[in-house]
Antibody
């Protein structure tokens, strides 16, 4: 059964960067897209971007376009999300989630069906 | 960007009652809409994908309907474990996705 296990909580100062990892178990790492979603305290879910672990290409929502970088390491079946120039508003729980499988001619998407446990990032001086 | 608006923000109901949650898209998303449930301190859980398909293991009391811009999640008879926050999410603009703001279903 596929699991996504995320790295532990982080405390960062404003202006710093944070890198959160998401390790996938099982042998389907390169078959499914991985999304990053964040949730500020008491707020809703916010989709940040997506990475295709097979080839490493990414797409980010415009809000984070210039501050977020998503990468992957196929040898360790791990996806990373790095957010730079942190500010207090970036304090949130960050989730990785599996969603969508690339077929020969289209993407097969059946929702984000596997989620990591979440990583709390606190930005405070 | 496709904006999803959920209503109401809060729904106060008793166990056994029927819950009807709405999600409206700023432009047509065809049937490319999913629903998630989130309980306090937990990651979201997929309920419905492509508007009306229940995910694996989801009880039959959860159902989804709609297409285009208007969607509904219905819980036919609320169980105590159903009191939570529910989010809709569209994938019409793949690979760029968006979530709605959420509806909290609370015990009356």
């Amino acid at each position: 059964q596929v699991q996504l296990v995320q790295s532990g909580a982080e405390v960062k100062k404003p202006g710093a960067s944070v890198k959160v990892s998401c390790k996938a178990s099982g042998n389907t790492f390169t078959s499914y897209y991985i999304h990053w979603v964040r949730q500020a305290p008491g707020q809703g879910l916010e989709w940040m971007g997506i990475i295709n672990p097979s080839v490493g290409n990414t797409n980010y929502t415009q809000k984070f376009q210039d501050r977020v970088t998503m990468t992957r390491d196929t040898s360790t079946t791990t996806v990373y999300m790095e957010l730079s120039s942190l500010r207090s508003e970036d304090t949130a729980v960050y989730y990785c989630a599996r969603g969508g499988r690339k077929g020969l001619q289209r993407v097969y998407y059946y929702g984000m069906d596997v989620w990591g446990q979440g990583t709390t990032v606190t930005v405070s001086s | 960007e496709i904006v999803l608006t959920q209503s109401p923000a809060t729904l106060s109901l008793s166990p056994g009652e029927r819950a009807t949650l709405s999600c409206r898209a700023s432009q047509s998303v065809s049937s490319y809409l999913a629903w998630y449930q989130q309980k306090l301190g937990q990651a979201p859980r997929l309920l419905i994908y492509d508007a009306s398909n229940r995910a694996t293991g989801i009880p039959a009391r959860f159902s989804g309907s709609g297409s285009g811009t208007d969607f509904t999640l219905t819980i036919s008879s609320l169980e105590p474990e159903d009191f939570a926050v529910y989010y809709c999410q569209q994938r019409s603009s793949w690979p760029l996705l968006t979530f709605g703001g959420g509806t909290k279903v609370e015990i009356k």
